[in-house]
């Protein structure tokens, strides 16, 4: 492996400087607004699954976690590689000139399961081209990371989004290195930009879209998730998420309160941890039931939200977004591996 001097070991280790963006108070620091935030306008939105199967079998996933303990953090469990795929999507944003921005929203898991993916939806050939301008980290969670090396072989100086919450490992893992246990590598030094956001606060990405920080313990020892609104021009809101640890309700609620065209709340898209390994609990449904007051017009609900909660929303009458149920993914009552949709 490459040895690293003290200031890149810095950068990866979350010990420098926090680079933030966006509204913030002084000396990096971010806070929730005073006042409702104007984040712009985009005028659409187009986001494909490439792989929502995070896993293939809940079982052996929570018998992995069984056994490594009660305290034990994802870096402290053998989990089995045959059991890994991971979560990742494309995003593509048009803003009000008709240019268009795509970037990665998490890089999955299973190395070479996420290859196949990259390279069966042109992935890794808009990596190489320079295409996709950023790779967004939305939590810690080995199904969103631990794939880092697919997408730093076609791209190692892409610039890469993480919540400041990221623990120590994390930061390891980008500049290349190999865990022996849990079992978990990455070959290819980081090269690019590494920006952290820090929670509580509203961070602009480019206009007509943001990123918030959700301060929440998350599982396995692991903390934090970030999450993105895109306010779509005549449209409204749309909230984009990977896993959604902080819950479909704190994560509408802050857009309301804190977003100009909060009240809108157009579309809904990501994992929404209802029923992750399959069982829809009584709270969780409630949950769900809540929903209607958000009003939200296109729900495309995958990955964790788990298929017993989606087939509630379509019990309930809520607009859920369906697809083809192809390449690795259980149903096509869900957008999944390889289906898009359109917000705007």
């Not at 052996?60 to 994802?74: E, P």
């Not at 402290?76 to 590689?81: G, L, M, P, S, T």
């Not at 967004?136 to 892409?158: C, M, N, Q, R, V």
């Amino acid at each position: 492996m490459k040895e690293y001097n003290r200031r890149e070991f810095l950068k990866y280790s979350g010990l420098a400087g926090i680079a933030t963006s966006g509204l913030m108070a002084g000396d990096g620091e971010s806070k929730d607004p005073d006042e409702k935030i104007d984040i712009g306008l985009c005028k659409k939105l187009t986001i494909t699954s490439i792989s929502e199967v995070g896993w293939w079998d809940n079982q052996q996933l929570l018998s992995d976690a069984k056994a490594g303990g009660s305290n034990a953090t994802q870096w402290e469990i053998y989990f089995d590689r045959d059991n890994s795929a991971g979560s990742s999507s494309l995003i593509e944003m048009e803003d009000l000139e008709g240019k268009y921005h795509k970037f990665l929203l998490d890089t999955g898991w299973n190395v070479s399961y996420m290859d196949k993916r990259f390279q069966k939806m042109g992935v890794d050939r808009m990596l190489r081209n320079g295409e996709i301008e950023f790779l967004y980290i939305s939590h810690e969670h080995l199904d969103h990371l631990w794939g880092l090396e697919a997408t730093l072989k076609y791209k190692p100086d892409i610039k890469i989004i993480v919540p400041s919450t990221f623990k120590r490992e994390a930061y390891h893992l980008m500049r290349g290195t190999d865990f022996m246990f849990p079992g978990v590598r990455n070959e290819i030094h980081h090269e690019g930009e590494l920006k952290q956001l820090k929670p509580g606060g509203i961070h602009e990405l480019l206009d007509g879209y943001a990123s918030v920080t959700f301060d929440v313990p998350i599982g396995l020892g692991i903390r934090g998730e970030q999450s993105l609104y895109f306010n779509v021009k005549d449209k409204g809101i749309v909230c984009v998420t990977g896993c959604c640890h902080q819950t479909i309700t704190a994560f509408a609620e802050y857009a309301q309160k804190y977003l100009l065209g909060g009240e809108n709340l157009y579309g809904l898209y990501g994992g929404l941890h209802s029923a992750p390994f399959g069982i829809l609990t009584p709270d969780k449904e409630k949950m769900i039931i809540d929903m209607e007051k958000f009003g939200f017009q296109k729900i495309a609900a995958n990955h964790c939200t788990g298929l017993a909660a989606v087939k509630k929303m379509i019990e309930l009458g809520y607009p859920v977004v369906r697809g083809t149920g192809q390449f690795g993914s259980k149903s096509d009552l869900y957008v999944g591996n390889g289906d898009s949709v359109t917000f705007g």
